[in-house]
């Protein structure tokens, strides 16, 4: 299995513009979510998915952030207009249906908003 | 608030070495808990998890202890190696029909050769 597989790997974009970040989970896996990690805030969960549907998006920052899962391999994570403070680390985790399941991480979308 | 927190940001030891890591929560609503390794550049990495009626865990050269009357979890990890070398963090469950983990601070260890 690839495990779950993010991109791009790095971004860097300007004030303002448009960022999308993608996911394809672990096949199978029924739940997806969306973290944001940083060093003065720790890891953060903006929202998470079950079998396509948005459950919990208590964590996206603000009417900025917009994230999809249109079908069972493929979510997007978007911050349109981005800012500087949108820096950090962006991970998309995925896990199984069974009660208490682990999550599995990718490698993350390091965003650089200049 | 509620959070999970670790008593120590930091810890050094050295190779061959026995590590432990500490990790208090404080929802005594939680009922799972998971320990991860972040290398850096890349995700946390399962290690290993443990549910509340269990006190004891090991997995290969590591141990998780959970003492739920003082809300404590611990990371033990036997013969350190350099390889061991991460953010360490601790993550809870808080109970049924709730599907999301909340993370503590981590900590960070370095294996001294």
């Known amino acids: ?114 | 608030g509620e959070s999970v927190g670790l008593h120590l940001p930091t810890l050094s030891v050295q190779e061959g070495d026995n590590s432990i890591i500490n990790c208090a929560y404080s929802n005594s609503a939680s009922d799972y808990f998971i320990w991860y390794k972040q290398e850096s550049g890349k995700g946390p990495q399962f290690i290993i998890d443990i549910r509340s009626n269990m006190d004891k865990r090991q997995g290969q050269r590591v141990t998780v202890l959970l003492n739920k009357t003082v809300k404590h979890l611990s990371l033990q990890i036997a013969a350190t190696q350099p390889g061991d070398s991460a953010v360490y963090f601790c993550a809870e469950n808080f109970g049924s029909n709730d599907y999301k983990l909340s993370f503590g601070a981590g900590t960070t260890v370095t294996v001294r050769a």
């Not at chain 1, 790997?9 to 944001?36: A, N």
């Not at chain 1, 917009?66 to 349109?80: E, G, V």
Request: proline share 8%.
């Open chain 1, 1 to 114: 299995d690839a495990g779950v597989i993010q991109s791009p790997r790095h971004e860097v974009t300007e004030m303002g513009q448009e960022v999308t970040l993608r996911c394809k989970p672990i096949s199978g896996h029924d739940y997806l979510f969306w973290y944001r990690q940083t060093m003065m805030r720790g890891l953060e969960l903006l929202i998470y998915f079950n079998n396509n549907v948005p459950i919990d998006d208590s964590g996206m920052p603000e009417d900025r952030f917009s994230a999809k899962m249109p079908n069972a391999s493929f979510s997007t994570l978007k911050i349109q207009p981005s800012e500087p403070r949108d820096s950090a680390v962006y991970f998309c985790a995925s896990r199984p249906s069974g009660y208490r399941d682990t999550q599995y991480f990718g490698p993350g979308t390091r965003l650089t908003v200049l």
